[in-house]
Structures are given as structure tokens and as C-alpha cells.
């Protein structure tokens, strides 16, 4: 089955800092993988996704993730991180299996909640 | 424009009242997706519709009835609903169901609250 794990449930960074959400995951066949990221009380804005191609992924307000086959690992990072990136953060996988691939919903990880301190 | 807007932004009913959520996208995405999320955890697919027709439904109890009118509009209309269901829910859209590669855009939510 198709899967993506969140190891940690918070990550704690000081402003100016780079930072790293980690992300694995678990797939039968060619990873469709993205971040989306969750403000208190808002919906879900997508920040990237990997397809195929270069393994460093750049997306919205500075953030990239690198994608290792080897490592099934496709985590998020930043060079330097901002009190407003403190958000939940989601890793998703497409999932290709349950519905024969025709439908493309996404399963989550569980989040990771980005705490930066000035 | 990457907008997928939801109404109202906040619901509170009784478990007797019928009420209805709505989703609005003018993006020309063919798939409409709703999601439920409890809070501190991720969303849970409810129902996919593909070109206006509900193409997954998973599992979830009919009290929960969803409807798309036009390739723009999705509905939840909610029926008899228990405090279990108080949720944010999530409505999402992409370009062409079935993509692979297709990004899910989402909307604000619907925080509900039944009592």
C-alpha cells in the first residue's frame, strides 16, 4: 500500500536557522509525492511537488525538498526559516493502488507542527 | 488564480437541522474532492467527483450527501449529523481527474461544529 511517514511530530527551529521536515515513503511503482503546509484555522496551500526529473525540488516562499530513491526520503527544507513558517506540515503520496491509479487521491502523513522562535 | 473557495467558513447545528456546504473553483478542474480533518490530523478523503460524477465515495455514512451541479460547484449536504462529525471540512480541486501528476488545490474549509 501506499504510504508516507512524518518521524516527527514537531520540529523546533530559531529563526535564521535552516530547517528540515522529514518525510519517507512508501509506494509500489513511480512516487508522486508533495508538501502541502496548514495555518491555524485555514485549509491546505500546496508548496511543491515531485514528479520526476532533478531530484531538488523548488517551490513557493522558499522552500525545496530533495527527493532519494535510495532513502524513499523526500524532505522539505529551507535555508533560513521565518517566525511565519511556524505552520503544520503535510507530506502526501498519490495513491495509484486502491482505485487502479484513475482517480489520484492523495494520503497524507500524519504532520509535522514547525515551531520557529525568534 | 489558484482559488477554491468554501461557505460558510463556520457552521454550528443541532443534530436534527439539515444543512449544506458549499464549494466554488473557476479553474476549469474537472475533479472535486471533499476532505474531513479532525483536529491535529491530517485529512481523510471522503468523495471524488470526476467530470460531475461521483467516482469515489469512501464509505462514509449517508448522512453526508454530496452533489456537484456544474463542473464549478460542490456541495455536502448534511443530514442528522452526530458531534463525532465536527470537523473542518476541506473541499480540493484539480485539472484533470485521474492525473497522476496533478496538484490538489484546497480550499479554506468549513469548521462545523454539531451539537
Known amino acids: 500500500a501506499q504510504s508516507v511517514a512524518q518521524p516527527e511530530d514537531q520540529v523546533n527551529v530559531a529563526e535564521g536557522n535552516p530547517l528540515t521536515v522529514k518525510c519517507t515513503y512508501s509506494?509500489?511503482?513511480?512516487?508522486?509525492l508533495f508538501w502541502y503546509v496548514q495555518y491555524p484555522n485555514r485549509g491546505l496551500q500546496f508548496l511543491l511537488k515531485?514528479?520526476?526529473?532533478?531530484?531538488l525540488v523548488k517551490g513557493s516562499y522558499g522552500f525545496e525538498a530533495e527527493f532519494n530513491k535510495s532513502q524513499t526520503s523526500f524532505h522539505l527544507k529551507k535555508p533560513s526559516a521565518l517566525v511565519s513558517d511556524s505552520a503544520l506540515y503535510f507530506c502526501?503520496?498519490?495513491?495509484?493502488?486502491?482505485?487502479?491509479?484513475?482517480?489520484?487521491?492523495?494520503?497524507f502523513g500524519k504532520g509535522t507542527k514547525l515551531s520557529v522562535k525568534p | 488564480d489558484t482559488e477554491v473557495t468554501q461557505t460558510p467558513k463556520h457552521l454550528v447545528m443541532g443534530m436534527t437541522n439539515k444543512k449544506s456546504l458549499k464549494c466554488e473553483q473557476h479553474?476549469?478542474?474537472?475533479?472535486m474532492y471533499w476532505y474531513k480533518q479532525k483536529a491535529k490530523k491530517p485529512p481523510e478523503l471522503m468523495f471524488v467527483?470526476?467530470?460531475?460524477?461521483?467516482?469515489i465515495n469512501e464509505s462514509v455514512p449517508s448522512r453526508f450527501s454530496p452533489e456537484c451541479p456544474n463542473s464549478s460547484l460542490l456541495n455536502l449536504h448534511l443530514h442528522a449529523l452526530q458531534p463525532e462529525d465536527s470537523a473542518l471540512y476541506l473541499c480540493?480541486?484539480?485539472?484533470?481527474?485521474?492525473?497522476?501528476?496533478?496538484?490538489?488545490?484546497f480550499g479554506p474549509g468549513t469548521r462545523l461544529l454539531v451539537l
Open positions: 480540493a480541486s484539480s485539472h484533470v481527474p485521474g492525473g497522476q501528476q496533478e496538484t490538489q488545490y
Open positions: 509506494v509500489s511503482g513511480n512516487p508522486y
Open positions: 515531485y514528479i520526476t526529473g532533478d531530484n
Open positions: 502526501a503520496v498519490r495513491d495509484i493502488t486502491k482505485y487502479g491509479g484513475s482517480q489520484g487521491n492523495l494520503i
Open positions: 479553474m476549469g478542474h474537472r475533479a
Open positions: 467527483y470526476s467530470y460531475e460524477k461521483l467516482s
